[in-house]
């Protein structure tokens, strides 16, 4: 099985979707994952550019207290609305848990 299917299915698992197949879909038809929340797209790389992994470890190593660790992508010149929010995955899941729980 190719690593990015391998990839796609065990993210599904763990956020509770279900991995949508390629076949007959088109670009932006549908997301890799379904999901009741989220529209999920799975990225699988050999390498993450290093400067992102640093940018997550300075917060990781900055946080205190349970707080999520999180960096922020913002492209100069873009709606700071726009820019992205990396964490990592575990987080994340504890993040939406949380969310799911207060009733919110």
């Known amino acids: ?3 990015w299917k391998q990839a ?5 698992e763990i956020l509770g979707g279900r991995r949508v197949p390629v076949s ?4 932006g038809d549908a997301p890799d994952i379904e999901h009741p929340a989220l529209s999920i ?4 790389r050999r390498a993450i550019p290093a400067w992102i992994e640093d940018a997550l470890e300075q917060a990781q190593s900055a946080s205190r207290d349970g707080k999520v660790p ?3 992508l913002h492209r100069d010149g873009n709606r ?5 929010v990396i964490c990592r995955l575990s987080e994340f899941v504890k993040l939406t848990d ?4 207060s009733g919110e």
Do not use: T
């Not at 796609?8 to 599904?12: F, G, K, Q, T």
């Not at 797209?41 to 699988?44: F, N």
């Not at 949380?98 to 729980?101: D, K, N, P, R, W």
């Open 1 to 3: 099985m190719k690593s």
């Open 8 to 12: 796609e299915r065990r993210i599904a």
């Open 24 to 27: 007959g879909r088109q670009r």
């Open 41 to 44: 797209e799975v990225k699988s």
């Open 70 to 72: 999180v960096c922020v």
């Open 80 to 84: 700071y609305a726009d820019a992205l």
């Open 98 to 101: 949380e969310s799911e729980g």
